[in-house]
RNA sequence: GAGCCAGUAGCUCAGCUGGAUAGAGCAACGGACUUCUAAUCCGUAGGUCGGGGGUUCGAAUCCCUUCUGGCUCGCCA
């Protein structure tokens, strides 16, 4: 649609002299009715500068667009109602998508830049829940969105790999564990005995000098502790990759937490160089009062780093490893002031690369209406939703397909894709209280619903004796198309390149999500209707536009992370 | 106390760079499987867009104010 406004509002610009044709495109608006057009101008802007009455403008507009694209135009309460030509929508729409294919909704608009996107970021020890899901999901739909347009991505998990966690982790190893136990168990047993550690904490407050001694150990690069380190981020890694693996993640960067610590040096010389830096309680602080916010801590009065100083020193790191010309931090909304602090900290650095760091939130994951905690037990772990999300659709299953192939890797698709796709369903800066029944419906506007359409268009193809490669274009003619359905539905995959450009604008994956939802209505609605490999003169048609369907969906799933169910 | 974010149908939400009669899904009720996958489709019902002002030809959308909820505010990340 976006090459038809295009042309639309330079043959308009030709007939409005104070206004150029972009100007003209970003009012170019879809009108709410069918029976209004299929574009709209409002004159009522245009009133004003050129001294005529909305509806005067809009008369004087229904003649001048005499241009393939368009069929008609009407003049209407001040509106001039664009009917777009079915022919140029079959033969250019329909055919870029059947001959783009797998390329369909990418471009190269972006090549030759570099993004990188920080994102998931989960705390090694500890396993998945349901609150780690969203910056995980959010940040890969990203990433695709940018692939999409020709951005080199470079993926980082930021792991929470440091901190006195560990120290408390080889107490408790040392004192209640084993390395057969670890080895058996994996991260479940370094829970186990993390968890141990705080109750036995409760009673002997000296574990905890003991711990933070360790973990000055390992500060120190102590061979002992050091080794330990390494052996529980290998063992906690184990388990995460597996998640990693059946959401289909990866990642170019492993550096967390660890890389950076002892990297704050060079931040802190700089900052003293420029007399950003002041002593405030022991502690050293940037001052940011004129910036109306609160002072960013950079160095603690025991002399440590923070969180600031390390994510400072960590996108110096990356500017000069990758040169990225926009760099990606996906993490909760609560974070936002930390990011304004310390983004606003590169700025007085001098980095004029600082205007490239981006925050992109989200909102809280909570249950019950309380937030998720390990203590209390509220609290769901990603791999007990997984499973039970593909058990319950494994049941539906066996009720309806029970002689299908290799049914439990579909339900998994499917029981995680239903997961992530509520996730992704809403903008993200909403928060989302959890709950069970919700996220196991499969009804509606679900990912289930995505991949069950997707399936459905794929079978009709395949029972299909005139495969797609087999139709020519040109046997195909506007009057093929003779229904309101067929047409709808092609305007509707018009829109996919518009939905992936406002979807980047907006770091918004939610937008991609609800459109496919979109496109799946109106093909289960055309489908319902309409024998497709039952049609006598279009059934050519209707197999392109079903393959169509198909390509849209499938790199549209491919952009939310959801596996393309051939079959289900 | 200050700052940021949110408030739209019974529930979950879209629409927010101002545009035509505010849209979906869930739940409820009534229909459609001898027919390409009924995890689908069609229909019915459901609204002082939190309240109040203002700007405008036009406000769910922008501004002010107020209420409610969430988050954040120096040595966690």
Known sequence: M??????????????????????????????????????????????????????????????????????????????????????????????????????????????????????SAPNIAKPFHIGHLRSTVIGHAIRRLHEFRGYKCVGINHLGDWGTQFGKLIVAYKKWSSKKAVEEKGTEELVRIYVKFHEEAEKDPSLNDLARQWFARLENKDEDAMELWKWFKKISLIDIEKTYKVLDITFDSYAGESFYYDKTQPVVERLKERNLLIESDGAMIVNLEEYNMPPCLIVKSDGASLYASRDIAAAIYRKETYDFDKCIYVTATAQDLH????????????????KNLIHVGFGMVSMGGAKLATREGNIVYLDDLFSEASKRVLDIINEKNPDMEDKEQKAQDIGVGAVVFSDLSNNRIKDIDFSWEEALNFDGSTGPYVQYTYARACSVLRKSELSEKDINMKDIKPEHMTNDDEFTLLKTLSLFNEKIDQALRDLEPSCI????????????????????????????????????????????????????????
């Open 2 to 119: 976006k090459d038809i406004k295009t042309k639309i509002a330079k043959k308009l610009a030709g007939s409005i002299e104070q206004l150029s044709w972009t100007e003209i495109m970003d009012n170019l608006e879809y009108p709410p009715e069918p029976h209004m057009g299929d574009l709209a101008l409002p004159c009522f802007k245009l009133s004003r500068v050129m001294r005529k009455s909305p509806m005067a403008i809009a008369d004087s507009l229904v003649d001048s667009l005499d241009i393939d694209v368009v069929e008609r135009c009407e003049s209407k309460s001040g509106y001039l109602n664009i009917f777009i030509n079915r022919e140029y929508l079959v033969n250019n729409v329909l055919k870029t998508i059947v001959e783009k294919k797998e390329e369909t909704g990418k471009s190269n608009e972006y090549a030759g830049k570099t993004v990188c996107l920080d994102y």
């Open 513 to 568: 999500s609800r459109y496919l939802i979109d496109v799946c209505m109106d093909f289960n609605k055309f489908y319902n209707a309409h024998s497709i490999l039952g049609a006598e003169d279009n059934k050519k048609f209707r197999i392109l536009l079903t393959a169509a369907v198909k390509y849209v969906l499938a790199n549209g799933l491919f952009i939310i992370g959801l596996k393309r169910t051939e079959r289900v």
């Open 339 to 354: 990011f304004r602090q310390w983004f606003k900290v590169v700025e007085l650095m001098g980095y004029e690369w600082a």
